[in-house]
Nanobody, 114 residues
Framework: VQLQASGGGLVQAGGSLRLSCTAS????????MGWHRQAPGKQRELVAI???????MYADSAKGRFTISRDNAKNMVYLRMDSLKPEDTAVYYC?????????WGQGTLVTVSS
């Protein structure tokens, strides 16, 4: 399973970004996909996940500002991030959970300036 995230960049506080992730390899349609992030000097944090049937879960820090979506036909997952804050600065990784395994790929850097 390979996961490639994209869409990061530099944005001012209050701005928006949309991250995309493509999964390839042996992908199961029943998987859960999502995003986690790691800020400098901090532990990795789960941001949002979405099951194959559309159930979602968000970290408290993401609720009301971030929206996860997926395109099962394309094996893609997205993260729309609005009202970004400097504390959202991190490397964002997409992930998938399937067949009892957790997979993630290279991340994309999001930098929010104040």
């Amino acid at each position: 399973v390979q996961l490639q995230a994209s869409g990061g960049g530099l944005v001012q506080a209050g701005g928006s970004l949309r991250l995309s992730c493509t999964a390839s390899g042996k992908i199961f349609s029943t998987n859960t996909m999502g995003w986690h992030r790691q800020a400098p000097g901090k532990q990795r944090e789960l941001v949002a996940i979405m099951t194959s049937v559309g159930s979602t879960m968000y970290a408290d820090s993401a609720k009301g500002r971030f929206t996860i979506s997926r395109d099962n036909a394309k094996n893609m997952v997205y993260l729309r991030m609005d009202s970004l804050k400097p504390e959202d600065t991190a490397v964002y990784y997409c992930l998938t959970v399937q067949s009892g395994g957790l997979y993630w790929g290279q991340g994309t850097l999001v930098t929010v300036s104040s």
